[in-house]
């Protein structure tokens, strides 16, 4: 690596500095090791990987936020039993009409 491109790395990473115990930073270097990365690599590939995991829960919580306000604010929903033959339908590929929401009763 020469001297233009470390110094472009320094300007587009920032360093944080985290503190292992002993026992995790040795498994961490084991497995990093057995799957030919470095410590490194492998800390920074874990803290993606959770990163992306809550970032994509979060976005499932939402949906499900908004679905739910759908729900309340119209009164409409579709049966259990009718999406579930559905999707029982499209899983053997069958051609069906989509259900319907309708009222929920009271």
Request: proline share 3%.
């Amino acid at each position: 690596m020469c001297y233009i491109e470390a110094a472009l790395l320094e300007k587009l990473m920032s360093t944080t500095t985290i503190r292992l115990p002993d026992d995790l930073k040795e498994r961490v270097s084991q497995v990093a090791g057995r799957t030919g990365t470095t410590s490194h690599g492998f800390i920074l590939e874990a803290i993606a990987e959770k990163a992306d995991r809550e970032e994509r829960r979060g976005d499932f919580d939402a949906v499900a936020e908004r679905r739910y306000a759908e729900i309340v604010a119209t009164g409409k929903s579709v049966p259990w039993s009718d999406m579930r033959r559905w999707l029982e339908a499209r899983v053997a590929s069958k051609k069906t009409a989509r259900p319907v929401a309708r009222k929920l009763a009271r």
